[in-house]
């Protein structure tokens, strides 16, 4: 699985965008990019996911760079509700895989 | 829908003592999982499962046992606790298929403290 490195923590402003960043330099071709946040020791939840175009939903952007090699979650317009521990992660959607988790990025997101 | 619903949310046990928890999804997810975090980690896989009837190793299996004897269920046992076994264990679920779906559904955590 590539590897993927995230800056620890990172502030927001409240109704500010949050874009937090995500590096996975050594992604292979056929490997997806997920994101899912963690809010409070809850278990995590799932936000979006992409292999080479650019996703939204409900929740957040997602974009990734043409190359792949990293990519960037896009939390509009950030409330205080959005602080969490995100969680970058790479991973070939197979049968009998799982999702590795690393430590994340601890967005804190202030009025 | 109950969705992942994780038994007992929290357990204080002796060193040595065993114990077993149990992970109960309501969604017919063919693929379960059980995973622990530390204080200040990202959670680290300890098994997982892919079908009824079959587990397999996660990155850190050592201490744990599991079972998948019903498709809804999932059971984490520790047969002789130790502290370094202290943390929150989080089960998780998702669907099954070619093509094995995006969105991986957790519980609430079980906060295991081993004394």
């Known amino acids: 699985d590539a590897k993927t490195t995230q800056p620890p923590s990172m502030d927001c402003a409240e109704g500010r965008a949050a874009n937090l960043p995500c590096n996975h330099s050594t992604i292979s071709g056929n490997e997806y990019v997920y994101w899912y946040r963690q809010i409070h020791s809850q278990g995590p939840q799932y936000i979006i996911h992409g292999l080479k175009n650019n996703e939204t939903n409900e929740m957040a952007s997602l974009i990734i760079t043409e190359d792949r090699k990293s990519s960037t979650l896009i939390l509009p317009h950030a409330t205080l509700r959005d602080t969490a521990v995100y969680y970058c992660i790479v991973r070939v959607v197979q049968a009998g895989t799982a999702l590795i988790f690393g430590k994340g990025t601890t967005l804190s997101v202030s009025s | 829908n109950a969705g992942v619903t994780q038994t007992p949310k929290f357990r204080v046990l002796k060193t040595g003592q065993s114990m077993t928890l149990l992970c109960a999804q309501d969604m017919n997810h063919e693929y379960m999982y059980w995973y622990r975090q530390d204080p200040g980690m990202g959670l680290r896989l300890i098994h997982y499962s892919v079908g009824e009837g079959t587990t397999a190793k996660g990155e850190v299996p050592d201490g744990y046992n599991v079972s998948r004897l019903k498709k809804q269920n999932f059971l984490l046992g520790l047969e002789s606790a130790a502290p370094s076994q202290t943390s929150v264990y989080f089960c998780?679920?998702?669907?099954?298929?070619?093509?094995?779906?995006?969105?991986?559904?957790f519980g609430e955590g079980s906060w295991l403290t081993v004394v």
């Open positions: 998780a679920s998702k669907r099954g298929g070619p093509f094995s779906g995006n969105t991986i559904y």
